[in-house]
Structure formats: C-alpha cells, structure tokens
C-alpha cells in the first residue's frame, strides 16, 4: 500500500475483577543446542522517513503498584552468562543518539534510585564500573563526565562519594 501498512494486534483477554491475561513470546528450547531467538524490530524507514519505534511500556495502576519491566538474562553452569547492552545507532552526519536512565518522580514520597552495580564473585574478582567519554575527532572535544546533585529547597542537597571497599586480605 502506498501510504499506510496494516497493523497487527495481539491482545490478551480482560478482566473486571481478577486478573488479565498474559501475552507470551517463547522461543523453542533444546537439549543439547541453543534455544532460538525472539527478535522484535521495527523495519527500515525510506529515504525521507525515519524507522519505527520500538516501546515497552506498563499499563497504570489506581492504587497498587505498576507494573515492572525486567530484562534479564538466563543463568549459565559453566559458561559466560548472557549480558544485556543498551547500544544507540551511529548518524552519518547529524548528532549521535542519547542513553537517558532516568529513575522515577514522586509527588509527595522520595524520588526513585539509580543504582549501577557490577556483579560479585564467591572466589575471584569482582566486575568493574566504568563510566568514560568516548574519544573526540581530529577537530573536535572529547565529551565531559559531570557528577551532580539535584538542588534543595528547604533542606540540604545530596553529596556525593567516591568510595573505595575494604580489604580483608589483601
């Protein structure tokens, strides 16, 4: 069609008084294989256009609690776990995309966290956190890396700490 293609809708059964039903993508398993892959993508936008968005929202909720979006990778017995990148697309020549983390508002209770953490070990090291700018071009800057906190009204501002652990052995 020329100017708009069809949707596709997959909805799952309401609910007045209990619970909705569920939509569920799985992929199939196997054995002793790799289990296959579950792509969601939106397809390439024309010459003049831009490409679709790709969006995970939850719904609302009156007085409980919304609902939570998780990605998490499968556990592995012997080899390297999966992980998870958040990676923006590269432009030719206009402004590289943003990585916006941005934790929850509140009106009258405390605003959400962030909270950045690498993972532990039982017996070797644990993982690192790196937080670095890319390098700038032959005739450009490098980006900065600023730490802030938010301003106060009545009360005192947050500070900030750049705290190393202790060593029990080392």
């Known amino acids: 069609e020329l100017n708009v293609g069809g949707d596709v809708e997959i909805s799952a059964g309401r609910s007045n008084l209990g619970t909705g ?32 968005d790709i ?11 919304s609902g939570s979006i998780n990605l998490i990778t499968g556990s592995s017995l012997s080899g390297t776990s999966g992980g998870i990148m958040l990676s923006v697309g590269n432009s030719a020549s206009g402004k590289g995309g ?17 909270i950045v953490r690498s993972g532990g070990s039982k017996e070797g090291v644990s993982g690192s956190v790196m937080i670095s700018s890319a390098n700038g071009g032959s005739s450009g800057s490098s980006g900065g890396i600023t730490l802030q906190t938010g301003t106060a009204r009545s009360g005192n501002s947050g500070g900030v700490a750049i705290q190393t652990g202790d060593a029990k052995n080392g």
């Open 21 to 52: 039903g569920e939509v569920k993508v799985v992929s199939g398993g196997s054995l002793s294989g790799s289990s296959g892959n579950v792509l969601i993508n939106t397809g390439n936008g024309g010459v003049s256009g831009r490409s679709g």
């Open 55 to 65: 969006e995970l929202e939850t719904g609302k909720s009156g007085s409980g609690g």
């Open 98 to 114: 943003d990585v916006v983390i941005d934790g929850g508002n509140s009106g009258v209770s405390t605003g959400g966290n962030i």
